[in-house]
């Protein structure tokens, strides 16, 4: 079955970095388009970043020039480099395979 398995996540200091990973399994990865949501308690889900089979990709608003979307296709992985944190950037992450499958999400928390 269908398996997307989140990791990277944790407490890093305003203007740090993390790396979060995407381990997918159970679908043809290479062909997928994938993306990252978030979402933070009582708030909606929230679009971050898109990367189609083709390797374009686009980003919201809030993290254009600071987040990055990239896929390894041979190991079947999807990646979120995440820069210059900010604490409003403190949420559950989560991983998806477009339209229909949702990882179980990583928690960031952005705090000094």
């Known amino acids: 079955q269908v398996q997307l398995v989140e990791s990277g996540g944790g407490l890093v200091q305003p203007g740090g970095s993390l790396r979060l990973s995407c381990a997918a399994a159970g679908f043809t990865f290479s062909s997928a388009t994938m993306r990252w949501y978030r979402r933070g308690p009582g708030k909606e889900r929230e679009f971050v970043a898109n990367i189609g089979p083709s390797g374009t990709t686009y980003y919201a608003d809030s993290v254009k020039g600071r987040f990055t979307i990239s896929r390894d296709s041979a190991k079947n992985t999807l990646y979120l480099q995440m820069n210059s944190l900010k604490p409003e950037d403190t949420v559950v992450y989560y991983c998806?395979?477009?339209?229909?499958?949702w990882g179980q999400g990583t928690q960031v928390t952005v705090s000094s």
């Open positions: 998806h395979a477009y339209p229909a499958y």
